[in-house]
């Protein structure tokens, strides 16, 4: 089930792979939040999270864990955001899903409370 799209960055898997299993890899973001940012991502062109089948999130939460070992082996981050933009509204700009897995280093930010929050930032603080 490795459905394709020739426009899409995320369809075909190039020299950046990191891990993978047999529904998905994980990358390097090239425009990384903070060192070691990495994306999970699965073969099959699929916009929505929603929209992957049972294995594909079983895979993709395998490499999620395997991606964590890899950046505390690479990086030593001291915390994590997971995120996972689902449509345009919500800040997805490329339309195949991918996880974000940010690797957070003390100080990184002033004041790193509220953590995901901040996709609203007037929510952040509470």
Not at 17 to 23: A, E, Q
Not at 71 to 76: E, R
């Amino acid at each position: 089930m490795k459905t394709t799209t020739s426009t899409c960055p995320f369809c075909s898997a190039n020299d950046d792979v990191l891990l993978k299993n047999s529904h998905a890899y994980v990358r390097r973001d090239i425009n990384p939040v903070t060192p070691g940012h990495l994306l999970v991502i699965p073969f099959r062109h699929v916009a929505s999270y929603f929209d992957t089948t049972d294995q594909e999130r079983m895979a993709l939460l395998q490499l999620l864990t395997a991606s964590k070992a890899w950046l505390v082996q690479n990086h030593a981050p001291a915390g994590y955001n997971i995120g996972i933009n689902v449509g345009e509204v919500a800040g997805q700009t490329i339309p195949h899903v991918h996880i974000h897995l940010i690797p957070r280093y003390v100080g990184d930010v002033d004041n790193p409370r509220g953590g995901v929050r901040g996709v609203i930032p007037a929510k952040q603080s509470y």
